[in-house]
């Protein structure tokens, strides 16, 4: 590097102290800086140019990186490139790279359920094929039964992830995914060869809901009306035709309806299926504060499993596992802990949800929502219930990091104590041995603190919740959470209506 001024101060040099020698500039070596991230995850190196002096080397990087205790994740091609910059640049110059990273956890996957045979439902999915792209919704094939001994369901076992790691060499450590057992219901038996297999452990018809399978007895008939009375039973229900008014139908396993229901009453322990349609009627309201009753209708179909309908108006509809509509739902109560899938699901989704409420924790699918003329469709969006697993992680962490944050106040105050005393070989002993107890507490610190920012991100209570309108959302659609309400007043086009943390955000998507 040259001295700018250095050239006159030589020459005043000569004429008053008789110097034959000047000093005009010096060599520059290259300079290397080290940022490491707050979480240990990241080491950032800027590097200056030389101003002929040599370059920088890799041993130089890696003596740097090892006096910061950094051990793992250095990228070489990152340090090459620096180096490289040190030899060929404009002196003086600076650049910067990320040359050693951390890595992140990657938590297991949660227990999955593979069903092996097709239960009623999926049964009345797939209608006859017949020439020129048509189906028989009539012919609906054999009643799916099954023999003793045929696998019904398959576990496939979590896995428990992959831990991650800071630049210092901390270990993260991965949570496992969650898991579950077969759920081994009535007629249903663990496989003696495979415990990840569930038989049927008698003939009957399967009802598959999650990680458990009932072989239930079926129980087919042409109808349901006056002539032969309410049914009560506790395998599944096969009913060939319709069920007429004030009928009821009460099964332990699946209800598949070929026909119609008309002002019925279904309970299910398993899945609800009705090919045709649901019609029912609206009980009066009264006539104060209409707009906040909730109507009660003369159909209620009510299942532990899912509930598939082909259309629906004037009834009221409750279900564990999901609500799906083939066409459309009109002024009806749905009630909900899945996701309500009207005509397909996400983009796909053409069906119509016209008037009515919807109660549900869960996505919405449809192409309209509301109706031209303004009808009234209210939609209550609750967010769903954390699992018990979860909260058991987040009291297990928040413990380890209350216990950790207290022993290193515990150890930076012995220390401070000791720190005062008259120094001897035994007391820089004793505080070399405290120092590393106290970097190893802080490390655990850094790595429970990390475990706790990836696990709120999973939090259920800050999952959105989204209502897609693939068509048209129509005014006089109303959107409910817990502490906020999204009137739509206009008509609206392709639309995405997102609820997070008890807040709606509307996104066009035209």
């Known amino acids: 590097m040259l001295d700018e001024n250095a050239l006159s101060r030589a020459l005043t040099q000569f004429k008053t102290e008789n110097q034959r020698v000047a000093r005009i500039g010096a060599c520059v070596p290259p300079r290397l800086e080290l940022v490491i991230s707050d979480d240990d995850m990241q080491v950032t190196a800027k590097v200056t140019a030389p101003q002929g002096g040599p370059p920088l080397t890799v041993n130089t990087f890696l003596q740097e990186l090892r006096e ?7 990228r070489r091609a990152a340090i090459d490139k620096l180096i490289q910059h040190t030899l060929s640049a404009e002196p003086g110059s600076s650049t910067e790279a990320l040359i050693a990273r951390g890595k992140f956890p990657v938590d297991g996957s949660d227990t999955q359920f593979k069903q092996l045979v097709q239960d009623a439902r999926q049964r009345v999915l797939q209608p006859k094929e017949l020439d020129g792209d048509k189906v028989d919704m009539r012919d609906l094939g054999e009643i799916l039964s099954v023999d003793k001994g045929t696998p019904l369901l398959q576990r496939i076992p979590a896995t428990p992830g992959t831990a991650g790691f800071t630049v210092r060499g901390a270990t993260l450590d991965a949570a496992a995914g969650a898991d579950r057992e077969l759920q081994a219901g009535i007629g249903t038996e663990i496989s003696a060869d495979d415990p990840n ?9 399967p009802c598959l809901v999650d990680n458990a399978a009932n072989v239930d007895d079926v129980l087919s008939m042409r109808k349901v009306d006056a002539t032969t009375g309410h049914v009560e039973y506790e395998g599944s229900v096969l009913i060939q035709g319709n069920i007429g008014p004030g009928m ?9 309806v070929s026909g119609y229901v008309d002002s019925a009453h279904i309970e299910s322990g398993g899945n ?3 090919t045709k349609g649901v019609i029912g009627q609206q009980n009066e309201l009264d006539s104060d504060d209409v707009e906040d009753q909730v109507p009660e209708h003369s159909t209620q179909i ?9 259309y629906s108006q004037y009834a009221t509809l409750t279900s ?7 066409k459309q739902l009109t002024h009806c109560h749905v009630i909900t802990k899945g996701t309500l899938c009207l005509g397909g699901e996400g983009k796909e989704a053409r069906g119509k949800l016209i008037g009515g409420v919807v109660d549900t924790c869960n996505h919405i699918y449809a192409g309209q929502i509301g109706a031209p003329a303004g009808t009234r469709t209210s939609i209550n969006l609750s967010m769903p219930p954390v699992p018990e697993a979860y909260l058991q992680e987040q009291e297990k962490l928040t413990a380890e990091l209350r216990d950790e944050l207290g022993l290193v106040k515990k150890l930076t105050r012995v220390r401070q104590k000791a720190s005062l005393e008259e120094s001897s070989p035994k007391l820089k002993e004793f505080l070399s041995t405290l120092d590393q107890k106290l970097e190893n507490h802080r490390r655990n610190v850094t790595v429970l603190r990390i475990r706790a920012a990836e ?5 259920p209570a800050k999952a959105p919740i989204i209502s897609y309108a693939n068509r048209v959302l129509y005014a006089g659609t109303l959107f409910r959470s817990d502490v906020e309400t999204k009137a739509i007043h206009e008509n609206r086009g392709p639309s995405t209506l997102i609820l997070r943390n008890g807040n709606f955000n509307y996104q066009y998507v035209g």
């Open 68 to 74: 910061q205790g950094v051990t793992l994740g250095i």
């Open 197 to 205: 297999i569930l038989l049927a452990s008698r003939q009957g018809l």
């Open 248 to 256: 009821r139908v009460i099964a332990g396993g699946d209800v598949t």
């Open 272 to 274: 609800v299926t009705i």
């Open 302 to 310: 009510s299942a532990k499993g899912s509930i598939w309908v082909s």
């Open 320 to 326: 564990e596992h999901g609500v799906i509509v083939d």
């Open 455 to 459: 696990l709120l991100k999973k939090d």
